[in-house]
């Protein structure tokens, strides 16, 4: 458990130092007053007792630690939770205040207690298209060694030079059952492109906080263009709270355009681009599906799901997210053949349970398939969930051979996942069912 006492450890590391700006007019008005040079060619920052790096990318700040200063207006807001290392172990705090303050703490505690204190690391980067635009102030504590499987209380905020503190309301997370704990049953939503849709992205995030869950995987697309901070902003502010209290992982969506801003505001494992995780009894594998490099799809992200998936022995279930689908009757988009040819074979020969991206706004669950073949059952086949519904304007389905169930609605998922039986149902932002689906093994 990180203490006041190790974080003095943390702070004496040496920290990531960045030289260069890109692009846009770093030096120019930002928008908060200042009129100083933001370096922004990203770097990484250890956090020892986690035992990973933090990295920002270009456009951000290098990750350091914070100081003792409270700017105008220092309250903490757009908390979010995500996680870089083990979520069973560990949780990331995120939140944003105004750009002068550098004051990044957090006390928390198991069940109703703060007892415990953590310093976390801040950054700022500029959102904007082509580097023009505001500063963004972001705060990241990161606290490891928690305990599985269990309820812990927080506030963030920090306490300025002369002794002025500053702190959020008091929310709440549970963490992740340990991976030896057979009898674990966790709650997962799936939900995605939200872009341009935020009162029903509210909606659903209000219904997902009402049904229960222990984590939200997002297929992508959570805005238009991922540059413009005023849609992140009510991204983020629409769900604040359900996304303060369960942890959010995203998978990259065409409209996210591999933004500053994207990996700026999520915490998530890895490189936050194609990565993978355990979670109770699933295995997780997130995948980026519009890199920066599109070659990468049959090159490294194809390598890393192959040695993903051939490494995975221990978990019941293995499920795929990311954002354009492989099988989908969508109007719009239809299936991906690049994915179907380039990721399907590994599906299938590592017989991969559950893939479930978003992309097309509609709902859609397909047939156990391998191949491009219809199966009679889950034991030899896929089912392929296409999700996109949590607020941009439908699309349109025409089902097709290897549709079991497609509907054009604003809907989302939950999961109940134990070892052997994964259960779903989708539902839409009024509460309504649209389908349910369970598996066993
Ligand atoms: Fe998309």
């Known amino acids: 458990m990180r203490t006041s006492r190790s974080i003095h450890a943390l702070l004496a590391l040496g920290l990531a130092t960045t030289a260069a700006c890109v692009g846009g007019t770093p030096g120019g008005d930002d928008g908060t007053g200042d009129d100083d040079t933001l370096v922004t060619d990203g770097g990484r920052y250890t956090v020892a007792d986690c035992g990973y790096d933090i990295v920002t990318v270009a456009g951000a700040e290098a990750p350091a630690p914070g100081a003792d ?20 172990t560990s949780m990331a705090i995120v939140w944003r205040t105004d750009a002068d303050t550098t004051a990044t703490s957090v006390r928390f505690g198991e069940g109703t207690a703060l007892d415990q204190t953590a310093s976390g690391v801040t950054f700022r980067y500029i959102a904007g298209v082509g580097g023009v635009g505001d500063v963004v102030r972001m705060h990241e504590a990161h606290l490891c060694g928690l305990s599985p499987d269990t309820a812990y ?19 709440t997370f549970r963490t992740a059952p340990a991976t030896t704990d057979a009898s674990a049953e966790v709650r997962i939503a799936f939900v995605g492109d939200s872009r341009g849709g935020y009162d029903v992205w509210a909606d659903l995030a209000h219904e997902i906080e009402s049904r229960g869950a222990d984590l939200i995987l997002f297929s992508g697309d959570a805005v238009t263009v991922g540059q413009v901070q005023d849609e992140w902003d009510t991204f983020f502010t629409a769900a604040e709270d359900l996304l303060a209290t369960v942890p959010i992982i995203s998978a990259h969506g065409n409209h996210d355009l591999n933004s500053v801003n994207y ?23 997130v995948l980026n599906d519009t890199p920066l490099q599109a070659s990468d ?38 299936s991906d053949q690049t994915l179907l040819q380039q990721w399907g074979p590994l599906i299938d020969q590592y017989h991969v349970d559950l893939v479930v991206a978003g992309h097309d706004h509609i709902y859609e669950r397909t047939k156990p398939m391998n191949a491009d073949q219809v199966q009679a059952t889950t034991a030899t086949g ?13 699309y349109g389905t025409e089902p097709d051979y290897f549709t079991d169930n497609a509907e054009s609605s604003h809907s989302g998922i939950i999961a109940q996942v134990r070892a052997g039986q994964l259960q779903y149902e989708a539902f839409r932002p009024d509460g309504s069912s649209v389908d349910t689906m369970t598996m066993t093994k």
Request: avoid cysteine; glycine fraction near 16%.
């Open 153 to 171: 209380s927080y506030q963030v905020g920090g306490v300025g030079d002369g002794g002025t503190e500053s702190w959020s309301t008091t929310y």
């Open 263 to 285: 990996y700026s505001q999520f915490v998530m494992p890895g490189d936050e681009s194609s990565f993978s995780f355990d979670y109770g009894p699933a295995h997780m594998v």
């Open 69 to 88: 200063v409270l700017g105008a207006s220092p309250a903490p807001y757009q908390v979010h939770l995500g996680f870089a290392g083990d979520p069973a």
């Open 382 to 394: 896929t089912v392929y969930v296409v999700s996109g519904g949590a607020g941009a304007s439908l």
């Open 297 to 334: 799809i049959e090159g490294k992200i194809r390598t890393f799901l192959s040695q993903d998936l051939a490494a995975n022995t221990g978990r019941p279930w293995t499920i795929v997210n990311h954002h354009r689908p492989i099988w989908s009757s969508g109007t719009r988009h239809g």
